[in-house]
């Protein structure tokens, strides 16, 4: 593609209003900005009034009032960190869904591990055990020792196969020999 000097491209003056209109599209843009901003932010924090919604789903008067805060704290250039540090200064901790980690906090965010764990330490304890117990009443068999009437019960549901269902041949040979 060659370029040859000529153009198509017709020139006209700029209208004034044209200018106002760009400086506007600007400032809906900051606008949502700061709002997308705004309710961000205020979905992270908790109403101090009534507990379990945020401030963007709360009607209360401080929830109000927060939301007016943080946008204002917004327009006023502070970045999400600083907003969220002075709502933690001036409110506590609690007003943060998604409180941080330290030594305070420590039990609450690693009791769910915690009881995992033990949870499983119980069921693998139980496990053992009841293998111990098997191994045991076997060589108690094996030496002579008479079983207790539980012990009996439980090494035949122990041994005992289950049934196979009805009309099926009870081996895969059978099977095979379409006896």
């Known amino acids: ?8 491209v017709i020139l006209r003056p700029i209208n004034p209003s044209e200018l106002k209109m760009e400086g506007e ?15 961000n932010i ?24 927060l939301r007016k805060l943080i946008r204002d ?20 901790e609690t007003v ?9 906090t420590a039990a609450l965010w690693l009791s769910p591990l915690l009881l995992a764990g033990a949870a499983a330490g119980v069921w693998a304890y139980n496990k053992h055990r009841q293998r111990t117990n098997v191994h ?8 002579g020792v008479p079983l207790t009437p539980k012990e009996k019960e439980t ?5 005992t196969p289950p049934p196979s269902p009805r009309g099926a041949p009870s081996s895969w040979w059978k099977r095979w020999l379409g006896q």
Request: proline share 1%.
């Open 1 to 8: 593609m060659e370029f040859s000097g000529e153009s198509n």
């Open 25 to 39: 599209d600007e400032e809906v843009k900051k606008r949502r900005m700061v709002d997308a901003r705004a309710r």
């Open 42 to 65: 205020s979905h992270n924090v908790r109403c101090t009034e009534c507990g379990s919604q945020s401030i963007e789903d709360s009607q209360a008067d401080i929830a109000i009032l």
């Open 73 to 92: 704290e917004i327009q006023s250039g502070k970045t999400d960190k600083e907003i969220y540090k002075k709502l933690e200064d001036d409110y506590g």
């Open 96 to 104: 943060l869904y998604a409180p941080k980690f330290d030594m305070q």
């Open 136 to 143: 045991i009443m076997a060589l108690n068999l094996v030496r």
């Open 155 to 159: 090494m035949l549901d122990l041994l």
